[in-house]
């Protein structure tokens, strides 16, 4: 049994339309392009056509409703043109066992994106940066063992913890090469998007919004119940890209433009740099 053949050539039935047609009229000229038995594609003729298309209806308004729901604010941007998308994405993908858990949703995202890039001029400024907080939310989210919920430890805008939960102190000193840690991942936008999907989720008009520097950090492991962000200002997230692993904080403290030189700069990354890792965003090395 071909079950892999099988389940390929179910695949697209269910996904593609205009395939369903030309099966319906010629299964064989379908059926010939996978290494069926005799069996299995007598088994694939003999179902019944008007349960195929109910099938294939309810599988596309499933998948509709999951991409709705994960990338609800960037839908709201622009629904008739982002259900458009989904439908040229679905016929042209499907899922397959052993797929990743959220890698079908990740691959829309990036198919958004894409499809944003070669027409910006229907959407805001904001629309490429808003559909890639939202995936990288995703992956976040299936990452995590729970799959659950975001949730928030964010520093307010002097970059002071106000959510997470903070390790012990560490012994971080000028000398070590901190690294950004495991399961964390650091996105630059220009726009603060975090901000913007809390307002579009409420309905309303398109918000109007300027750009400027905003760092989240996303931080998740599979043994993580849900997984948590982190907002960072335009300082500590420059200072998290620059923990490459590579270079010392000192080095690091050379290379940054501060109002405070000498050992007062150095005391002053020294510190940014124990409270990034005490919050789990850093590992020192």
């Avoid at 209806?57 to 729901?69: I, S, Y």
């Amino acid at each position: 049994m071909s079950i892999a053949e099988m389940n390929a050539a179910l695949g697209r039935l269910y996904v593609d339309e205009h395939m369903r047609r030309l099966f319906a009229r010629e299964p064989d000229s379908i059926l010939g392009a996978y290494r069926l038995s005799d069996a299995e594609a007598a088994a694939i003729v003999g179902i019944d056509r008007e349960r195929l298309e109910l099938f294939a209806d309810g599988l596309l308004r499933k998948k509709h409703g999951r991409m709705m729901k994960t990338y609800e604010a960037t839908r709201a941007l622009n629904p008739e043109r982002f259900d458009e998308y989904f439908r040229r994405f679905y016929g042209t993908r499907t899922s397959y066992p052993g797929q990743r858990p959220g890698e079908y949703t990740s691959e829309f995202g990036l198919y958004l994106e894409q499809s944003f890039t070669a027409e910006l001029d229907e959407f805001p400024p904001y629309a490429l940066d808003l559909v890639r907080f939202e995936r990288e939310l995703t992956r976040a989210q299936a990452t995590a063992r729970g799959g659950g919920q975001y949730r928030s430890g964010a520093p307010d805008t002097d970059g002071k913890p106000v959510g997470g939960v903070a390790g012990a102190d560490v012994d971080i000193d000028s000398a070590a090469r901190p690294a950004t840690a495991p399961g964390v991942v650091l996105c630059h936008f220009a726009f603060d998007v975090a901000a913007l999907r809390a307002s579009l989720r409420e309905g309303g008009e398109l918000p109007q919004a300027l750009p400027d520097e905003h760092y989240i950090a996303f931080h998740t492991t599979p043994d993580m119940s849900a997984p948590k962000t982190f907002r960072l200002n335009p300082k500590l997230g420059l200072l998290m890209r620059r923990c490459d692993g590579a270079r010392t904080v000192a080095g690091i403290a050379e290379g940054l433009e501060t109002d405070v030189d000498g050992e007062d700069r150095l005391a002053a990354v020294l510190g940014d740099v124990r409270r990034l890792v005490r919050l789990g965003l850093l590992a020192g090395a």
